[in-house]
T-cell receptor
Framework: KAGVTQTPRYLIKTRGQQVTLSCSPISGHRSVSWYQQTPGQGLQFLFEYFSETQRNKGNFPGRFSGRQFSNSRSEMNVSTLELGDSALYLC??????????????FGPGTRLTVL | DQQVKQNSPSLSVQEGRISILNCDYTNSMFDYFLWYKKYPAEGPTFLISISSIKDKNEDGRFTVFLNKSAKHLSLHIVPSQPGDSAVYFCAASARANDYKLSFGAGTTVTVRA
């Protein structure tokens, strides 16, 4: 079974631009979550989508948005990029719940650099 | 506000010895705890988990201990192997929050030959 895939793997943008990142979950997984990883901050939860609806949201500004399609694929958009948005963006998919365990399967991430 | 804290950013251990990684949390609603392992250029992979109704869970060389009264958990790796060199993230979730995961900042483990 193919794992979680993320495209692109690397991206360089300049301040003020916008960016769209894509995530394809494991087949059969309907929950997709997005995280931002920066040095010293660990993984910060952005949002989770389930059945095309945002089910959970972290504490990020409205410049960060996402959506999920009927095939469970998800996109994340960041508008008006700032230097501080430079990070590794990770997508994770999971079954809705598995005996109360939210074990998530992560993709390799998209490394975003904002200049 | 960081609800899950890993206060040791790095740990160096000799091959064959025990690695002990620590994690503290502040939210008493957390009822599930997980450890993830991450190699460079890869996404984190699930390692082991524990429910709040238990105080210990073991899987091969990996054991997680939970002390609810102290809001503390630890991961023991025995014996440590060179392939264990990675970043380890502690994470916690609460049923009341749809199991949204809160992660610690990670501990980088280096296993010396």
């Amino acid at each position: 079974k193919a794992g979680v895939t993320q495209t692109p793997r690397y991206l360089i943008k300049t301040r003020g631009q916008q960016v769209t990142l894509s995530c394809s979950p494991i087949s059969g997984h309907r929950s997709v979550s997005w995280y931002q990883q920066t040095p010293g901050q660990g993984l910060q939860f952005l949002f989770e989508y389930f059945s095309e609806t945002q089910r959970n949201k972290g504490n990020f500004p409205g410049r960060f948005s996402g959506r999920q399609f009927s095939n469970s694929r998800s996109e994340m958009n960041v508008s008006t990029l700032e230097l501080g948005d430079s990070a590794l963006y990770l997508c994770a998919s999971s079954l809705p719940q598995l005996a109360g365990v939210n074990e998530q399967f992560f993709g390799p991430g998209t490394r975003l650099t904002v200049l | 506000d960081q609800q899950v804290k890993q206060n040791s950013p790095s740990l160096s251990v000799q091959e064959g010895r025990i690695s002990i990684l620590n994690c503290d949390y502040t939210n008493s609603m957390f009822d599930y705890f997980l450890w993830y392992k991450k190699y460079p250029a890869e996404g984190p992979t699930f390692l082991i988990s524990i429910s709040s109704i238990k105080d210990k869970n073991e899987d091969g060389r990996f054991t997680v201990f939970l002390n609810k009264s102290a809001k503390h958990l630890s991961l023991h790796i025995v014996p440590s192997q060179p392939g264990d060199s990675a970043v380890y993230f502690c994470a916690a979730s609460a049923r009341a929050n749809d199991y949204k995961l809160s992660f610690g900042a990670g501990t980088t483990v280096t296993v010396r030959a």
